[in-house]
């Protein structure tokens, strides 16, 4: 009789190793954003008239979780695997400001294709006639890694190259041997 040969077991061992780590490799896509302005009239269904709460077929998150009004990011997003404890990292510039400001919209997102409303809102936005100048909006999975973002077309480019320094004049230019000092 020969003896078996470890080959399978070390390959089943392998595998049995591998198997989460490869799992856990889900692909997430983000298809597409739109960002503008809503009113908080835009939010309202006909349920609401009747005593219900809101209720939307996609999932909204506010900044401010009372107030409807602002500008919102309608994200669709496609997972081959369930995103539990993601979070949302929208970042944005107001006209007239050169730093950008951040903000974190915790989420779940499904297996699958689900659309996420993002919205600044209350006093973290400016008011209806207000765009942001540039944007980036990034997902994080649950262990706080980057696996999908999208940003405007201003967002990419790079930073003004800070002005060149003006060229002395010969008069300005100091001298080679300054005199002693007295």
Known sequence: MRPRSPRPTLIALAAMVLAPALASAAEVKLVRVWPDYRA???????????GGKEKAPELIVRSQPASRDGYYFLARF??????????IALEY??????AARVQFFPVDLPKGSRAVLAGL???DWPGATVAPTAWRLRLLGPAGVEVARE???LWSLPAAAAP???????DAAPAANPPPAS
């Not at 908080?40 to 009747?50: G, K």
């Not at 496609?78 to 979070?87: D, Y």
């Open 78 to 87: 496609q997972s081959t695997e369930a995103q539990p404890g993601s979070i």
């Open 93 to 98: 510039i107001l006209p007239g400001e050169d």
């Open 151 to 153: 940003q405007s077309f």
């Open 40 to 50: 908080a009239d835009s939010f309202t269904r006909i349920a609401e008239y009747f």
């Open 164 to 170: 060149a320094p003006e060229a002395a004049s010969v």
């Open 121 to 123: 809102t209350g006093a």
